[in-house]
């Protein structure tokens, strides 16, 4: 029984660890135009959760200028941003935790 809850507490502290990763590129490069689950001046995190995979997420973010259309937006504003692949990987899994929000 020990050993399940140990294992239970690693697993809970590895996926923490990695929300945290996310939540420190959020604030970083995203914050300034979205919020989690609230409207800014892009969607909320929880909006992009419902419609989007990881890897749409992360095409978005690496060229949003040829990803918008393919999406059935009007237009974007998001800037291209000069993530590495690690932090596009921990945005992308930061905000597809707010999926069920």
Not at 43 to 58: C, G, L, M, N, Y
Request: aromatic residues 12%; contains cysteine; charged residues 30%.
């Amino acid at each position: 029984m020990n050993i399940k809850l140990l294992i239970a507490l690693l697993l809970a502290s590895f996926l923490s660890a990695q929300d945290s990763e996310g939540k420190k590129v959020f604030e970083t490069y995203c914050w300034g135009c979205h919020h989690q689950t609230s409207e800014a001046f892009g969607p909320p995190f929880k909006e992009i959760a419902q419609k989007r995979t990881s890897d749409e997420i992360q095409a978005y973010i690496i060229d949003p200028e040829s990803m918008y259309k393919a999406f059935g937006y009007k237009r974007t504003v998001m800037t291209k941003l000069k993530l590495t692949d690690k932090e596009r990987e921990d945005i992308a899994k930061y905000i597809l935790t707010y999926k069920g929000n």
